[in-house]
C-alpha cells in the first residue's frame, strides 16, 4: 500500500481545483473518492501479478526476475534493446528499467533498481459510473500517480490539460495515446516542468488498459513509447 500514501494527499487538492480537476465546462465537478481511484488501479495483493503456475515449480525453479506480460490483462510485450521489465508486487506496479536483468534466483533486485526506472507501468480498469468519460479517466489517472512531496512547501501536482499529445496505435493494434501535464508546485503555483504519460487501452470501447509514468523525462520516454507500441493481447497466457 505503500505507493498511495502520498498520491491520497492528492485528493482534497484536486477537489479544490489546484491541480486542475473539473476545468472542462462539460464535465461533473464531483471528484472521484479515494476507493473509486484506488479500485481503478486494478490490483489484488498478495497476487497481483502472478503468471499461471503451479506451487511446485514456484519451489522448485530459481525466482526469474523479468516479465513479458502484463499478467491481470492478459497483455504481452517486449522490452526495449537495453532494458527490462520488474514485477513490483510490494508497490503492485511494473517498472521499466535500464541495464541487464539480474541472475535468475539472485536476490531481489527492487531496492537497487528503483532509483533507476525509466517508467511505472500501473493495470488500470476504467468504471463509467465513476468517471463521466475515458478521457476524463485517463487524466485522473495520471494527476494521481504524479503528486510528490508530503508538505505544503513541496507539495507537487500535475494540471490536467495535456500538450504534445500524440496518439496510435500498438502492433496488434491497440490504441495508445502519449501525452505531457504540468507540473506545478501547490504553495506558489510555480511551473516543476512537465511529465510524461502513456495510456493503452485494450480496445477502442474496453474498460480496461494500463497507465504508464515516465520518471526519468530525459532518457525514458522513448524507451517507454516503444515498450508501449510493442503491446498485444495474449489470451492464451
Not at 112 to 119: E, H, K, N, P, V
Not at 169 to 185: C, D, H, N, W
Amino acid at each position: 500500500m505503500k505507493r498511495f500514501l502520498i498520491p491520497l494527499l492528492s485528493l482534497a487538492l484536486l477537489g479544490a481545483g489546484c491541480f486542475g480537476y473539473g476545468l472542462k465546462k462539460e464535465e461533473p465537478s464531483s471528484v472521484p473518492t479515494q476507493s473509486v481511484i484506488e479500485d481503478a488501479f486494478e490490483a489484488s495483493t498478495p497476487t497481483f501479478g502472478d503468471a499461471a503456475t503451479s506451487s511446485d515449480n514456484i519451489l522448485i525453479e530459481p525466482k526469474k526476475w523479468d516479465v513479458d506480460h502484463i499478467y491481470s490483462k492478459q497483455l504481452a510485450f517486449d522490452a526495449p534493446s537495453g532494458y527490462w521489465v520488474y514485477l513490483s508486487e510490494a508497490e503492485r506496479s511494473y517498472w521499466l528499467v535500464p541495464g541487464a536483468v539480474p541472475e535468475q534466483g539472485s536476490e531481489d533486485p527492487a531496492a537497487s533498481i528503483f532509483a533507476t526506472r525509466a517508467a511505472t507501468i500501473y493495470p488500470i480498469r476504467f468504471y463509467p459510473e465513476n468517471f463521466p468519460t475515458w478521457e476524463r479517466f485517463k487524466l485522473t489517472m495520471a494527476q494521481f500517480q504524479c503528486v510528490e512531496g508530503t508538505t505544503e512547501d513541496d507539495l507537487i501536482g500535475c494540471q490536467d490539460e495535456p500538450r504534445n499529445v500524440i496518439s496510435g496505435k500498438t502492433v496488434s493494434g491497440l490504441p495508445y495515446e502519449k501525452f505531457e501535464l504540468q507540473a506545478i508546485r501547490k504553495k506558489d503555483q510555480a511551473s516543476q516542468g512537465w511529465r510524461t504519460f502513456i495510456v493503452v487501452r485494450l480496445g477502442e470501447t474496453s474498460d480496461h488498459g494500463v497507465l504508464m509514468t515516465v520518471k526519468d523525462e530525459n532518457r525514458g520516454v522513448g524507451p517507454a513509447l516503444e515498450l508501449a507500441k510493442s503491446m498485444w493481447i495474449d489470451a492464451g497466457e
